[in-house]
């Protein structure tokens, strides 16, 4: 695509998102970068129709981007996510600052965040146990048979289990198997973890409870997953069949899980309406940034909305969270 064309359809995607009305040739014409008149930008947004990148709603109409507009807007005028503003960045540092409790509450928390800066809905995909290692295990005594098992995983989650024990277990037992799992535990997966015989029998069943509770604990459990801002972002749809479809797919969560990965493992951070192959998604897009939890991939968020989002405030919001939700995680 030309200079000439590019500047066009860039000033018809960034007046449709601002205004959400048709962009006519005179609207187009009134940008610097397009410097030709009003007839020579008709005939260059007849060809763009032609190519697939805009459409004429009805006649006498100016045009709207379609999916393939937003697209090439987005990869030829944002290949790099920009700066937040100066107030989206103090919102961001005071958020962080305040943060902490269950890394479940955190992330809820953070779905809010992410609608406050973007008003589109938020989603949030909790880390997976299943890949963590253990980073501490500790057993406490509840009552004569009964303990709580805790396990902290690298990437922040935290994993709990109620252990019912045949014997009676005192404190000094309880320590010594925390500190015999420790030995064995920390630095495995609990799906991989085992404790080694110690040659006390009691205190190898106590261990074998612990870790037999840790792992069924959440088995039948995918990734944890976090909505946010629906209400916010119904408010950019004008028909309400479109809000209801839109929701309703928000709340099947494998759903949201698939369509996540599914677009980060395109290697993309833009997936736009007709791309999700989902009709019930399909006026919709998707801003999406996975989080790193000491090095290690722990989750997605992400924001959706209209497919005439703002776009680069969205790309700016979802980058920086990502970073910022990251580094507090590996921090703790």
Not at 55 to 69: E, L, W, Y
Not at 111 to 133: C, F, I, M, Q, W
Not at 199 to 220: E, F, I, K, W
């Amino acid at each position: 695509m030309d200079e000439r064309r590019a500047a066009i359809l860039r000033a018809v995607v960034e007046g449709y998102i601002e205004t959400a009305q048709p962009v006519g040739s005179a609207a187009v014409a009134r940008e610097s970068a397009v410097n030709v008149s009003s007839a020579t930008i008709r005939n260059e947004m007849v060809a763009l129709e032609q190519e697939g990148y805009l459409v004429q709603p009805h006649t006498s109409a100016g045009r709207i981007p379609t999916d393939k507009g937003y697209r090439q807007f987005v990869d030829s005028f944002l290949p790099a996510p920009g700066p937040l503003d100066a107030a989206r960045r103090q919102q961001v540092s005071s958020f962080f600052a305040k943060a902490h409790g269950a890394i479940e509450d955190m992330l809820q928390s953070t779905t809010k965040l992410l609608t406050n800066l973007t008003d589109y809905a938020a989603v949030v995909v909790g880390p997976s146990r299943d890949e963590a290692t253990v980073r501490s295990i500790q057993l406490v005594g509840l009552g004569s048979r009964t303990a709580l098992a805790v396990a902290v995983l690298e990437n922040g989650v935290v994993e709990k289990a109620t252990i019912d024990l045949a014997e009676e277990t005192g404190e000094e037992r309880m320590a010594a198997a925390t500190a015999h799992l420790s030995r064995d535990v920390v630095g495995s997966t609990l799906a991989a973890a085992e404790a080694t015989p110690s040659g006390d029998g009691d205190l190898d069943d106590v261990c074998r409870a612990a870790l037999g509770s840790l792992r069924h604990a959440r088995q039948d459990e995918a990734a944890p997953v976090f909505v946010g801002g629906t209400s916010r972002m119904a408010a950019s749809f004008d028909a309400v069949e479109t809000v209801r479809t839109v929701l309703s797919t928000l709340e099947q969560q494998y759903v949201v899980v698939g369509l996540l990965r599914d677009v980060v493992d395109r290697g993309l951070s833009v997936s736009i309406g007709s791309e999700h192959n989902l009709e019930s998604l399909a006026e919709c897009s998707i801003v999406v940034y996975p989080y790193e939890v000491e090095g290690q991939h722990a989750g997605t968020i992400g924001v959706l909305g209209p497919t005439r989002m703002h776009y680069p405030e969205a790309l700016a919001a979802v980058a920086v969270v990502s970073k910022r939700l990251g580094k507090h995680l590996t921090e703790g």
